[in-house]
């Protein structure tokens, strides 16, 4: 059975499905009325007024009658499958007025956000730069007897670059994507991503491995956008293992889609917190701004894609990042 169009109208295939199931039903009725007067006739039941045989009558009456019950029979089985069609495309866009209504709201959020950020960024980015300045100034031109103001000056300036973070994340979180899809190998964004981060994973003794599959089809994406992604993902692993460890970064090719996986063989992400991960400002880490995930999923949800969170083979974090394939790629 075909679904109903989107504009709720039925397709004309389920029309003439609907009719077809009517006119079967009367033709089972008359060779249902034919058997009976058949069977009767042949155990000997006769029918005849006034010594004329009526079982061409009885035959019609009974053919009639159950061809009436089964055209009857028929509608109402179509009605049912209508109902059902009906109640599942109005649970369809139910469920789609629902989406868009939450995407309205979360619109409205980041509206709100980002004239937030904008006024923050306005207000504070630079008296933190005239603080910041200050504090460079005033620890290089200490005497060396000075250690303790040194260090304090030192302090100071690693809550300023804190808290400049802060501000650049919300901005990030809050301002409109712009992309510039196009159709990029996964290995370019894989070697990119390493390259990037080389310095940090070598740094915290993390050992990387890395496969993909040649027949990996290119994915629809904007590069830079999705270099990020991986990079935030790589970054977050070697925080999660500040004693060294494992990295696995690898692409497995869908039906349509390319899923591009980092996993860590750091402590995971605890299960209750998996359903809230991607949520702006929840973090594991105590200096974290609880936005780098949420930015990931926006820059994949924008691209039509999915992130997910789930235990690697090594016990750790696996994020999945799931995107659609290039047409050119399917096409072919």
């Given amino acids: 059975m075909t679904n109903p169009v989107p504009d709720g109208t039925s397709h004309p295939d389920q029309s003439w499905r ?44 009974f053919g009639i009658s159950f061809a009436v019950l089964g055209y009857l029979i028929g509608m109402l089985i179509e009605g049912r499958r209508r109902e059902r069609r009906t109640a599942a495309l109005l649970q369809a866009q139910t469920e789609a007025i629902a989406a868009a209504r939450a995407r309205g709201a979360q619109q409205e959020k980041l509206a709100a956000l980002g004239q937030l950020a904008a006024t923050i960024a ?20 200490l005497p060396p007897s000075g250690a303790d103001a040194r260090r304090a000056s030192d302090f ?31 290995n ?38 999705i270099s990020q992604v991986l990079l935030g993902l790589l970054g977050n692993a070697a925080e999660a293992m500040p004693d060294g460890g494992r990295v696995t970064l690898d692409a497995v090719a869908l039906a349509d889609a390319v899923q591009l996986r980092v996993a860590d063989s750091g402590p995971g992400v605890p299960a209750e917190l998996r359903a809230r991960i ?8 105590p200096r974290g701004t609880g936005l780098g995930l949420a930015i990931a999923r926006q820059i994949v949800e924008a691209h039509g894609g999915r992130i ?17 394939v290039a047409k050119a790629a399917l096409a072919a």
């Fill in 278 to 285: 991607f949520d702006p400002f929840v973090t594991t880490r």
């Fill in 122 to 141: 306005h207000e504070v980015r630079n008296p933190l730069g005239i603080m910041r300045s200050a504090a460079q100034t005033l620890s290089e031109t």
């Fill in 156 to 186: 100071i300036i690693a809550e300023i670059d804190r808290l400049a973070n802060v501000v650049n994340s919300i901005l990030a979180y809050a301002r409109p994507l712009q992309l510039a899809p196009r159709a990029v190998p996964v």
């Fill in 308 to 324: 997910e969170v789930g235990t690697g083979p090594d016990g750790g974090a696996l994020f999945a990042v799931t995107l659609p």
């Fill in 188 to 225: 370019e964004l894989l070697d990119r991503a390493l390259l990037l981060a080389g310095g940090d994973l070598g740094a915290r003794r993390v050992q990387v491995q890395r496969s993909t599959n040649a027949a990996t089809p290119p994915v629809f994406a904007d590069a830079d956008l």
């Fill in 18 to 61: 609907g009719l077809r199931l009517r006119w079967w039903g009367t033709i089972l009725g008359l060779l249902a009325g034919g058997f009976d007067t058949a069977v009767m006739s042949a155990i000997g039941v006769t029918f005849a007024v006034n010594a004329w045989d009526a079982r061409p009558l009885i035959a019609a009456y």
